[in-house]
């Protein structure tokens, strides 16, 4: 089985997949950001390295799911194939930090790739706030997250609610994070963990999910 984590940066991702993967027994898989080999610059000079990062990060994705789909374990995957292309991709090519021809060249790649891909069998999405986001992000000190603009965040934010309700055709969990401490509150993470068991193994079948 393959569990989906998706979230703005900053949304708590990391933290809910670890989370989820020590209370469920599952394996978790980490988005490579620590060894992405473009990141800082990027954020130094978004056009002119965004092709090379979403590229990598492409790759890095394409090799993750190969090895999920053959995988006898439960995995839960911080942040998935789709996110990179329907959201980062296509914010930077929106705002201009992409050419025409890397984004034709990046999306016959991903195309090339979808026909081994499928869904996670369910995505959890963790819906956050801008001003959320923000204090999020300056909570946790990363220097090359610091210059991030309210306009980039607000792109992203609003693609992935694009994402979720339209273009995404998988099964889906929505979390409301902005008032919910998972991962200092219990009873936060079992609001969490209650809808999971609703939607994977048909516990409290009277609760909508989405």
Not at 7 to 12: T, V
Request: hydrophobic content about 35%.
């Amino acid at each position: 089985m393959h569990i989906g984590i998706a979230g703005n940066i900053g949304s708590g991702k990391t933290t809910l997949t670890r989370m989820l993967a020590a209370h469920y027994g599952w394996t978790p898989k980490y988005e490579a950001v620590t060894y992405n080999p473009y990141l800082e610059d990027y954020y130094k000079d978004i056009p002119r390295w965004s092709y090379n990062l979403e590229t990598y990060f492409l790759a890095q994705r394409f090799k993750d799911v190969v090895e999920i789909s053959s995988s006898k374990e439960t995995i839960i995957q911080d942040r998935t194939i789709f996110e990179g292309v329907y959201i980062f991709v296509a914010n930077n090519y929106a705002m201009g930090n992409l050419s025409k021809r890397d984004f034709d060249t990046y999306m016959e790649l991903f195309h090339a790739m979808m026909s081994i891909v499928k869904a996670p069998d369910l995505m959890i999405y963790l819906r956050s706030s801008i001003p959320h986001l923000v204090s999020q992000i300056q909570k946790r000190g990363r220097d090359y997250e610091q210059s991030i603009s309210l306009d980039y965040l607000k792109g992203l934010n609003d693609r992935y609610e694009k994402f979720i309700n339209e273009d995404y055709k998988g099964k889906v969990l929505v979390v409301e994070g902005d008032d919910l401490d998972f991962e200092n509150r219990p009873e936060d993470f079992s609001l969490i963990t209650d809808k999971i068991d609703a939607e994977l193994f048909g516990l409290f079948p009277e609760i909508k999910i989405k």
